[in-house]
Protein backbone atom coordinates (compact mmCIF):
# COMPACT_ATOMS: atom_id res chain seq x y z
CA UNK A 1 0.00 0.00 0.00
CA UNK A 2 1.96 3.31 -1.30
CA UNK A 3 -0.90 5.28 0.18
CA UNK A 4 -2.36 8.55 -2.32
CA UNK A 5 0.33 10.71 -4.04
CA UNK A 6 0.12 13.88 -5.66
CA UNK A 7 2.29 15.46 -8.00
CA UNK A 8 3.79 17.62 -8.52
CA UNK A 9 4.21 18.62 -4.55
CA UNK A 10 4.91 22.16 -5.61
CA UNK A 11 3.94 24.72 -8.08
CA UNK A 12 4.81 28.49 -8.60
CA UNK A 13 2.72 29.83 -11.95
CA UNK A 14 1.86 33.22 -12.85
CA UNK A 15 -1.19 34.81 -13.29
CA UNK A 16 -2.86 33.54 -16.18
CA UNK A 17 -1.59 30.25 -17.20
CA UNK A 18 -2.84 26.97 -17.08
CA UNK A 19 -1.64 24.51 -14.12
CA UNK A 20 -2.49 20.58 -14.07
CA UNK A 21 -2.52 18.14 -10.90
CA UNK A 22 -2.19 14.66 -10.79
CA UNK A 23 -3.50 12.25 -8.38
CA UNK A 24 -2.65 8.68 -7.73
CA UNK A 25 -5.37 7.45 -4.83
CA UNK A 26 -5.12 3.62 -3.33
CA UNK A 27 -5.76 1.26 -6.00
CA UNK A 28 -8.39 -0.48 -4.60
CA UNK A 29 -10.35 2.80 -3.66
CA UNK A 30 -13.53 3.55 -6.03
CA UNK A 31 -14.05 7.35 -4.39
CA UNK A 32 -11.93 10.26 -5.03
CA UNK A 33 -11.73 13.53 -3.85
CA UNK A 34 -10.31 17.10 -4.18
CA UNK A 35 -10.29 19.34 -1.56
CA UNK A 36 -8.59 23.31 -0.91
CA UNK A 37 -7.00 23.86 1.85
CA UNK A 38 -5.56 27.99 2.66
CA UNK A 39 -3.47 28.85 5.74
CA UNK A 40 -6.27 28.39 9.02
CA UNK A 41 -8.45 26.92 7.36
CA UNK A 42 -9.64 23.53 7.17
CA UNK A 43 -9.90 21.51 3.77
CA UNK A 44 -12.92 22.78 1.54
CA UNK A 45 -14.92 20.09 -0.30
CA UNK A 46 -14.18 21.10 -4.36
CA UNK A 47 -15.58 17.57 -6.21
CA UNK A 48 -15.87 13.78 -5.92
CA UNK A 49 -15.73 10.93 -7.70
CA UNK A 50 -16.85 7.32 -7.58
CA UNK A 51 -15.20 5.53 -9.99
CA UNK A 52 -15.01 7.82 -13.27
CA UNK A 53 -18.14 9.84 -12.98
CA UNK A 54 -18.01 13.00 -11.10
CA UNK A 55 -21.14 13.24 -8.70
CA UNK A 56 -20.45 16.28 -7.38
CA UNK A 57 -19.41 19.82 -7.97
CA UNK A 58 -18.72 22.61 -5.32
CA UNK A 59 -20.08 25.97 -6.14
CA UNK A 60 -15.81 27.04 -5.01
CA UNK A 61 -15.18 25.66 -8.28
CA UNK A 62 -15.79 28.21 -11.11
CA UNK A 63 -15.53 27.17 -14.62
CA UNK A 64 -11.66 28.16 -14.66
CA UNK A 65 -11.55 24.56 -13.18
CA UNK A 66 -12.16 21.18 -14.24
CA UNK A 67 -11.61 17.80 -12.62
CA UNK A 68 -11.07 14.25 -14.81
CA UNK A 69 -11.03 10.68 -13.61
CA UNK A 70 -11.50 8.91 -17.07
CA UNK A 71 -10.36 5.70 -15.98
CA UNK A 72 -11.04 5.17 -12.41
CA UNK A 73 -7.85 5.26 -11.59
CA UNK A 74 -5.72 8.93 -11.34
CA UNK A 75 -7.46 12.23 -11.66
CA UNK A 76 -6.53 15.48 -12.72
CA UNK A 77 -7.33 18.71 -11.81
CA UNK A 78 -7.13 21.67 -14.12
CA UNK A 79 -6.93 25.25 -13.60
CA UNK A 80 -7.11 27.36 -16.46
CA UNK A 81 -6.39 31.64 -16.07
CA UNK A 82 -4.83 30.97 -12.98
CA UNK A 83 -5.34 34.06 -10.72
CA UNK A 84 -3.60 34.82 -7.09
CA UNK A 85 -6.65 33.88 -5.48
CA UNK A 86 -5.75 30.33 -6.36
CA UNK A 87 -3.51 30.10 -3.97
CA UNK A 88 -3.44 27.56 -1.65
CA UNK A 89 -2.83 23.80 -1.14
CA UNK A 90 -5.13 21.41 -3.34
CA UNK A 91 -5.32 18.10 -1.40
CA UNK A 92 -6.86 14.56 -3.10
CA UNK A 93 -8.35 11.71 -0.98
CA UNK A 94 -9.12 8.24 -1.14
CA UNK A 95 -11.44 6.13 0.02
CA UNK A 96 -13.21 2.76 -0.58
CA UNK A 97 -17.19 2.67 -1.26
CA UNK A 98 -18.75 1.46 1.90
CA UNK A 99 -19.84 1.95 5.40
CA UNK A 100 -16.40 3.69 6.72
CA UNK A 101 -16.38 6.70 5.65
CA UNK A 102 -12.58 7.82 6.44
CA UNK A 103 -10.76 8.88 3.91
CA UNK A 104 -6.69 8.96 3.17
CA UNK A 105 -5.32 11.97 1.85
CA UNK A 106 -2.29 12.73 -0.20
CA UNK A 107 0.44 15.10 0.87
CA UNK A 108 -0.93 18.11 -1.24
CA UNK A 109 0.18 19.91 -4.22
CA UNK A 110 0.67 23.49 -3.03
CA UNK A 111 0.05 25.90 -5.52
CA UNK A 112 1.45 30.01 -5.55
CA UNK A 113 0.44 32.11 -8.13
CA UNK A 114 2.85 35.18 -8.67
CA UNK B 1 -21.61 29.22 5.99
CA UNK B 2 -18.91 27.60 8.65
CA UNK B 3 -21.22 24.57 9.44
CA UNK B 4 -18.44 23.02 11.39
CA UNK B 5 -16.34 25.11 14.18
CA UNK B 6 -13.70 24.70 16.24
CA UNK B 7 -13.47 27.61 18.00
CA UNK B 8 -9.89 27.00 19.87
CA UNK B 9 -6.77 27.63 17.57
CA UNK B 10 -4.42 26.37 19.58
CA UNK B 11 -4.30 24.03 22.93
CA UNK B 12 -1.70 23.65 25.12
CA UNK B 13 -1.24 20.66 27.27
CA UNK B 14 1.51 18.96 29.56
CA UNK B 15 2.33 15.45 28.83
CA UNK B 16 0.61 12.71 30.09
CA UNK B 17 -2.58 14.94 31.09
CA UNK B 18 -5.79 15.14 29.00
CA UNK B 19 -6.06 16.80 25.99
CA UNK B 20 -9.84 17.77 25.32
CA UNK B 21 -10.34 18.86 21.69
CA UNK B 22 -14.35 20.52 20.92
CA UNK B 23 -16.18 21.32 17.85
CA UNK B 24 -19.63 22.53 17.54
CA UNK B 25 -21.86 22.24 14.57
CA UNK B 26 -24.98 23.42 12.75
CA UNK B 27 -26.44 21.07 10.66
CA UNK B 28 -28.17 18.70 12.11
CA UNK B 29 -28.30 16.65 8.94
CA UNK B 30 -24.62 15.68 9.37
CA UNK B 31 -25.07 11.33 10.24
CA UNK B 32 -20.91 10.85 10.99
CA UNK B 33 -18.22 12.60 12.14
CA UNK B 34 -14.97 12.43 12.05
CA UNK B 35 -10.84 13.48 13.79
CA UNK B 36 -8.25 13.71 11.56
CA UNK B 37 -4.65 14.47 12.76
CA UNK B 38 -2.60 17.05 10.24
CA UNK B 39 1.82 17.13 10.69
CA UNK B 40 3.38 19.57 8.64
CA UNK B 41 3.73 18.69 5.10
CA UNK B 42 1.69 15.71 5.28
CA UNK B 43 -2.00 15.31 4.19
CA UNK B 44 -4.42 15.05 7.14
CA UNK B 45 -4.55 10.82 8.28
CA UNK B 46 -7.63 9.91 9.97
CA UNK B 47 -7.98 9.64 13.40
CA UNK B 48 -11.34 8.23 14.68
CA UNK B 49 -15.10 8.42 14.09
CA UNK B 50 -18.46 8.04 15.66
CA UNK B 51 -22.12 7.76 13.73
CA UNK B 52 -24.44 10.05 15.00
CA UNK B 53 -26.29 7.60 16.48
CA UNK B 54 -23.87 7.05 18.93
CA UNK B 55 -22.83 9.03 21.94
CA UNK B 56 -19.44 7.59 22.33
CA UNK B 57 -16.69 6.11 20.33
CA UNK B 58 -13.29 4.88 22.07
CA UNK B 59 -10.03 3.54 20.24
CA UNK B 60 -6.58 3.52 22.28
CA UNK B 61 -5.92 6.83 24.23
CA UNK B 62 -8.27 8.78 21.75
CA UNK B 63 -12.31 8.60 22.89
CA UNK B 64 -14.60 10.89 20.55
CA UNK B 65 -17.93 11.86 22.75
CA UNK B 66 -21.22 12.89 20.31
CA UNK B 67 -23.67 15.33 22.39
CA UNK B 68 -26.58 15.63 19.57
CA UNK B 69 -28.72 18.16 21.71
CA UNK B 70 -25.97 20.65 21.76
CA UNK B 71 -24.69 19.61 18.63
CA UNK B 72 -21.08 19.16 20.11
CA UNK B 73 -18.46 16.79 19.83
CA UNK B 74 -15.24 16.62 21.70
CA UNK B 75 -11.88 14.69 21.05
CA UNK B 76 -9.91 13.29 24.22
CA UNK B 77 -6.52 12.12 24.27
CA UNK B 78 -5.11 10.38 27.43
CA UNK B 79 -2.26 10.51 28.26
CA UNK B 80 -1.04 13.35 25.86
CA UNK B 81 2.16 12.43 24.16
CA UNK B 82 4.54 14.85 22.91
CA UNK B 83 4.11 12.68 19.30
CA UNK B 84 0.64 14.20 19.23
CA UNK B 85 1.10 17.96 19.19
CA UNK B 86 -0.08 18.16 15.42
CA UNK B 87 -3.10 20.29 13.89
CA UNK B 88 -6.50 17.99 14.43
CA UNK B 89 -9.20 18.45 12.16
CA UNK B 90 -13.20 17.89 13.25
CA UNK B 91 -15.44 16.89 10.22
CA UNK B 92 -18.90 16.09 9.56
CA UNK B 93 -20.24 13.66 6.76
CA UNK B 94 -23.98 14.19 5.40
CA UNK B 95 -25.23 12.81 2.25
CA UNK B 96 -23.56 10.16 0.57
CA UNK B 97 -19.88 11.29 0.29
CA UNK B 98 -19.40 14.92 0.86
CA UNK B 99 -17.26 15.46 4.09
CA UNK B 100 -17.18 19.53 5.61
CA UNK B 101 -13.63 20.21 8.11
CA UNK B 102 -13.64 22.75 10.63
CA UNK B 103 -10.59 24.95 10.54
CA UNK B 104 -8.41 22.97 12.91
CA UNK B 105 -6.79 23.04 16.46
CA UNK B 106 -3.41 23.36 16.79
CA UNK B 107 -2.51 21.07 19.52
CA UNK B 108 0.51 21.32 21.68
CA UNK B 109 2.17 18.82 23.97
CA UNK B 110 4.87 19.51 26.56
CA UNK B 111 7.44 17.70 27.62
Known amino acids: DTGVSQDPRHKITKRGQNVTFRCDPI?????LYWYRQTLGQGPEFLTYFQNEAQLEKSRLLSDRFSAERPKGSFSTLEIQRTEQGDSAMYLC????????????FGPGTRLTVT | DQQVKQNSPSLSVQEGRISILNCDYT??????FLWYKKYPAEGPTFLIS?????DKNEDGRFTVFLNKSAKHLSLHIVPSQPGDSAVYFC??????????FGAGTRLFVKA
Open chain 1, 27 to 31: SEHNR
Open chain 2, 91 to 100: AAKVGGFKTI
Open chain 2, 27 to 32: NSMFDY
Open chain 1, 93 to 104: ASSLMGNTYEQY
Open chain 2, 50 to 54: ISSIK
